[in-house]
């Protein structure tokens, strides 16, 4: 656990201060720079763009983790990356002719009700491919078991280069047109910043030859092709859905919701990144001891520090849009609180997505996740009708919940894994614990003072409880640590 923990550490830390540059541009700087629909247009571009990514690189991005570590040879593994870059050509070059040539057609779908989308739908094509060829690059990084500076370029680069563009907007010097162009075109450095970053770090021979395994290679591709679309589709298919049935201004106060709920997700992000190659490695490796014990210790850890966020989160919530203050938008407060619960249950799984996808039944994740879009797309469809954005966040909470109890029975029968114990019951009764106690307090009339004076008590209370029912051993050892630092 050791390179887990240090990258986990190092990540965490990027993805705290990403998360906090892009609150600022979220909460603040989009809200009151930018006009709401252009907000909800390049929320649209980028969302939709990200559900497209798996197609536009032919899933290399998983296929890179999944066969890596199983090559022996310096010349196999060059001939495997060469190829990961050459192969998604196949895709992009006959979809780009495919989409100039019914151009037209296809804009007027997407802006059927939105007609601000027509002139930009070519943007969306730009965009999943800068997306698609970064993660390719970081992939390549990531079984080199270096994850910390993708994750700077992915999590800071492109927060920070919007932060400039938007004040830019405030000056006059962009207009809100020319800021949905300029956000392509950071969306385009930061993929070029990813490519000379994983030269550096393994620079291949170049070989124009195909791998050996090329057959068993574009098979799980064409599977993780569906299956990494089906799961963009989960994330992304609310922000996608909901300009075509509602104003697009929504979107903005769809996005500004769950951008505040995916704080939750801020631990599992950055373990993720170098718990996926471990665990791929290990599946590879028939270590399967060692993939257990990771799927429990990520499982309650994450639980842990998804917890507190949830907490921190929701039970300062309308404070934090007061402090926004725009009226509008805090129709949103109750998606934070729905996302937020769908974020914990996705803790939960800890490292069961990756065993699956690395396992020889990785053809299950994909018939699981096209399940899941299919009944995501089919739920929002209904509940957005219903209840707006409200019932778009519904639709994903329901999905995630059913399909990740789905996962954890799947994983448990068929290699006998399992990620709970009795401390996750306890765990879990914590949170609703303190949710319901803290729900009405209120330590001081000023709306900052009261949420920073909230929050101390809500950690000082959990951290103690936590340890002192001893649910997590990275907590004992953080205290440990503390204490053994105090009597030095």
């Known amino acids: 656990m050791g390179i887990v923990l240090r990258q986990s550490f190092s990540n965490t830390l990027i993805l705290f201060l990403g998360f906090a540059i892009g609150g600022i541009n979220v909460l603040f700087l989009y809200t009151h720079f930018l006009h709401e629909d252009y907000f909800g247009l390049i929320t649209f571009i980028l969302s939709t763009g990200n559900i497209l990514l798996p197609l536009m690189v032919f899933g290399m991005n998983h296929t890179i983790i999944k066969f890596y570590s199983s090559y022996e040879q310096k010349i196999d593994r060059d001939a495997f990356l060469m190829s990961s870059l050459l192969i998604p050509l196949f895709v992009i070059i006959p979809l780009g002719l495919?989409?100039?040539?019914?151009?037209?057609?296809?804009?007027?779908?997407?802006?059927?009700?939105?007609?601000?989308?027509?002139?930009?739908?070519?943007?969306?094509?730009?965009?999943?491919?800068?997306?698609?060829?970064?993660?390719?690059?970081?992939?390549?990084?990531?079984?080199?078991?270096?994850?910390?500076?993708?994750?700077?370029?992915?999590?800071?680069?492109?927060?920070?280069?919007?932060?400039?563009?938007?004040?830019?907007?405030?000056?006059g010097e962009l207009s809100d047109e020319d800021f949905i162009v300029a956000v392509v075109i950071v969306y385009g450095a930061r993929a070029l910043l990813m490519k000379l970053y994983a030269f550096y770090?393994?620079?291949?021979?170049?070989?124009?030859?195909?791998?050996?395994?090329?057959?068993?290679i574009m098979s799980f591709?064409?599977?993780?092709?569906?299956?990494?679309?089906?799961?963009?589709?989960?994330?992304?298919?609310?922000?996608?859905?909901?300009?075509?049935?509602?104003?697009?201004?929504?979107?903005?106060?769809?996005?500004?919701?769950?951008?505040?709920?995916?704080?939750?997700?801020?631990?599992?992000?950055?373990?993720?990144?170098?718990?996926?190659?471990?665990?791929?490695?290990?599946?590879?490796?028939?270590?399967?001891?060692?993939?257990?014990?990771?799927?429990?210790?990520?499982?309650?850890?994450?639980?842990?520090?998804?917890?507190?966020?949830?907490?921190?989160?929701?039970?300062?919530v309308?404070?934090?849009?007061?402090?926004?203050?725009?009226?509008?938008?805090?129709?949103?407060?109750?998606?934070?609180?729905?996302?937020?619960?769908?974020?914990?249950?996705?803790?939960?799984?800890?490292?069961?997505?990756?065993?699956?996808?690395?396992?020889?039944?990785?053809?299950?994740?994909?018939?699981?996740?096209?399940?899941?879009?299919?009944?995501?797309?089919?739920?929002?469809?209904?509940?957005?009708?219903?209840?707006?954005?409200?019932?778009?966040?519904?639709?994903?909470?329901?999905?995630?919940?059913?399909?990740?109890?789905?996962?954890?029975v799947y994983i448990k029968r068929k290699v006998q894994m399992q990620p709970f114990s009795m401390k996750t019951l306890y765990l879990l009764l914590l949170i609703i614990g303190m949710y319901v106690g803290f729900f009405f307090i209120e330590l001081s009339s000023n709306i900052l003072m009261n949420m920073v004076l909230k929050s101390i008590l809500i950690i000082f209370c959990y951290l103690f409880l936590v340890k002192l029912m001893r649910i997590s051993d990275a907590v004992e050892g953080m205290f440990q640590f503390i204490k053994s630092r105090k009597n030095q």
């Open 221 to 316: 591709s064409m599977y993780i092709i569906i299956a990494g679309s089906a799961s963009g589709i989960l994330l992304e298919i609310d922000k996608f859905m909901i300009p075509q049935m509602e104003k697009i201004a929504e979107v903005a106060y769809y996005s500004v919701a769950v951008y505040i709920a995916s704080v939750v997700a801020i631990p599992s992000r950055a373990m993720q990144q170098i718990t996926t190659p471990i665990t791929a490695d290990g599946m590879n490796n028939q270590r399967y001891d060692e993939v257990r014990s990771l799927y429990k210790q990520t499982s309650i850890n994450l639980l842990v520090v998804g917890g507190l966020f949830f907490l921190l989160i929701n039970l300062n």
């Open 98 to 171: 495919i989409g100039a040539y019914s151009y037209e057609t296809i804009a007027s779908w997407l802006s059927k009700e939105n007609v601000l989308i027509k002139e930009y739908t070519w943007y969306i094509f730009l965009v999943a491919i800068f997306m698609g060829y970064f993660e390719v690059f970081y992939s390549w990084t990531k079984v080199q078991f270096n994850s910390v500076v993708g994750n700077f370029i992915r999590e800071i680069f492109a927060r920070v280069c919007v932060s400039v563009l938007l004040f830019f907007v405030y000056l």
């Open 318 to 408: 309308i404070d934090l849009y007061q402090l926004i203050n725009k009226p509008q938008f805090t129709k949103g407060i109750g998606v934070v609180l729905i996302i937020s619960f769908a974020k914990l249950v996705e803790l939960a799984l800890g490292t069961g997505n990756a065993i699956l996808v690395n396992s020889k039944y990785f053809r299950i994740f994909f018939y699981l996740s096209l399940a899941m879009a299919i009944s995501v797309i089919l739920l929002n469809h209904w509940l957005i009708s219903v209840i707006g954005i409200h019932g778009a966040a519904l639709a994903t909470f329901i999905v995630v919940l059913c399909y990740s109890i789905i996962k954890i």
């Open 201 to 216: 770090v393994y620079m291949p021979k170049i070989l124009f030859r195909l791998p050996e395994n090329i057959r068993e």
